[in-house]
C-alpha cells in the first residue's frame, strides 16, 4: 500500500451536485434551481438572526432547548423527542449510520431524493429502488422491494424532484406493511407548503409507531437555507439514537435564534404559502398550454414544478434558453430524467419570465 485506500462503497458515490447559480460561462443566473424561499427571508427572523450574532465566541446551546421548545409549541410535539441537524441532510445521514451499513439494503422510490442514494452508499448499504407509478411513488412496489436485508425506507413526502404527494391513506398503508424493524424515515421537506388539510400524518403517526423518523427543514418556506437547520421527531429510542451521532454543536446560535423566530412567523409562512400555490398553479397552466410542443408538468404539491419535454424543445435546450434569460433551472440527466426540468417558483416577474421565454422557445423549435 503506498497510499490510503477509500472505502470501496465510497468510491461508488457521486457528490451531491448543488443547484446551479451561474451558466457554464461563469454569468451569474437568478437561482430557481435549489427550491429556495424566493421571497427571502422574513423580517423579523433577520432581526433575530443579527441579535443573536452578539457573542460569537460562546458555543452555541448544544441542546437546542429554546429551538425544540419552539417547535414543538408549533406542532403539538414533545420537545424531548425532537432533534436538530445541520440541515435535515445530517438528519438522514445519521439515520442511515445508526440503522444500516455493509451488507444491509435501504429502499426508497425511482426519482426520489439525490441524498438518500448517498446516505446509503456512505455507509456502505445496497440502494434499493422501487419503481415509480407515472413520477409518483407506487406504495405497492415499495413494499414489494423489502426483503429480508431492508433496514431503512426513505420517503420525500411531497417528493424532490417529482413535487407528487402520497395521501395520508397511503402513507398509512406503507407503515403498516413495513416490518417493525425497519425504520421508516418520512422526509417532510416541503409539508409547509401543504393546504389545511393535505398534512400525510407522518408526525401523528410517528407519536405511537417506534419506527418512524419524520423530518423537516427551515431551508425551504422558512427562507433560512443559509443557515443550515433541519428538525426530526421519532421514538424517545431512536431519537437517542441519533443524538449519539450527530455532530456536537450542529446549530449555530444565529441559526438557532432564527428559527425560532421563523417557525413563529405564521404570517410569513402563510403569504410565502398562499403566492406560491397562485403562481405554481399559473405556471402549470401555462406549461399545459404547451402540451402540443410535449410539454407537460407533473402535478406538483411543493414550491416547485417537474416539466417534461417530449417534443423537438427538449430539456437541456430550454435550461441553456433560460440561462439566456438569466435563470438557473435544475436539468436531471443524473436522476434518471434526462426529459425533466425542475423549477422552483419564483417572484411574479421571475415566472412570468420563465413562461414567456419556455412558449417562445417550444413555438420556435
Ligand atoms: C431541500 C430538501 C431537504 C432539505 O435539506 P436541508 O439539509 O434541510 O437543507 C431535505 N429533503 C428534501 C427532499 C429536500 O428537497
Not at 201 to 218: H, Y
Not at 239 to 252: E, G, K, S, Y
Request: charged share 20%; proline share 5%; aromatic share 8%.
Amino acid at each position: 500500500m503506498t497510499k490510503p485506500a477509500p472505502k470501496d462503497w465510497i468510491l461508488g458515490i457521486h457528490a451531491y451536485v448543488p443547484g446551479k447559480s451561474a451558466a457554464d460561462d461563469g454569468r451569474p443566473l437568478i437561482k430557481l434551481s435549489a427550491n429556495e424561499n424566493p421571497l427571502g427571508t422574513s423580517k423579523a427572523v433577520r432581526e433575530a438572526f443579527v441579535a443573536a450574532t452578539a457573542d460569537m465566541a460562546t458555543y452555541p446551546d448544544p441542546a437546542a432547548e429554546k429551538l425544540r421548545a419552539a417547535i414543538g409549541a408549533v406542532h403539538g410535539l414533545d420537545p424531548d423527542r425532537i432533534i436538530y441537524g445541520t440541515g435535515s441532510d445530517e438528519l438522514l445521514h445519521i439515520a442511515a449510520s445508526a440503522y444500516a451499513g455493509p451488507g444491509d439494503e435501504i429502499l426508497y422510490v425511482r426519482y426520489g431524493f439525490a441524498v438518500y442514494d448517498i446516505a446509503a452508499r456512505r455507509v456502505g448499504a445496497t440502494p434499493v429502488i422501487a419503481p415509480d407509478k407515472d413520477y409518483a411513488t407506487d406504495v405497492d412496489a415499495l413494499l414489494a422491494a423489502v426483503t429480508d436485508k431492508t433496514k431503512v425506507v426513505f420517503l420525500a413526502n411531497p417528493n424532490n424532484p417529482t413535487g407528487t404527494m402520497t395521501s395520508r391513506e397511503e402513507i398509512a398503508r406503507l407503515h403498516a406493511g413495513l416490518r417493525p424493524d425497519i425504520l421508516f424515515v418520512l422526509d417532510q421537506a416541503y409539508a409547509e407548503y401543504l393546504e389545511d388539510g393535505e398534512d400525510d400524518g407522518g408526525l401523528d403517526l410517528a407519536k405511537t409507531a417506534s419506527n418512524i423518523l419524520v423530518t423537516r427543514t427551515f431551508s425551504k418556506i422558512y427562507g433560512l437555507a443559509a443557515e443550515r437547520i433541519g428538525w426530526g421527531y421519532g421514538s424517545p429510542e431512536v431519537i437517542d439514537i441519533l443524538h449519539r451521532i450527530r455532530a456536537p454543536f450542529n446549530v449555530t446560535t444565529a441559526g438557532q435564534a432564527a428559527a425560532i423566530a421563523a417557525i413563529g412567523d405564521s404570517e410569513w409562512v402563510a403569504f410565502s404559502r398562499t403566492h406560491n400555490a397562485r403562481w405554481r398553479d399559473w405556471l402549470a397552466s401555462e406549461v399545459a398550454a404547451l402540451s402540443n410542443h410535449g410539454l407537460r408538468a407533473v402535478p406538483s404539491k411543493t414550491n416547485f414544478l417537474l416539466i417534461l419535454f417530449d417534443g423537438k424543445l427538449t430539456a437541456e435546450a430550454a435550461m441553456k434558453g433560460l440561462w439566456d434569460e438569466g435563470y438557473a433551472t435544475r436539468w436531471l440527466p443524473g436522476q434518471g430524467l434526462p426529459n425533466g426540468l425542475r423549477i422552483t417558483i419564483g417572484t411574479k416577474a421571475q415566472n412570468r419570465a420563465v413562461a414567456a421565454k419556455l412558449r417562445a422557445m417550444a413555438e420556435a423549435a
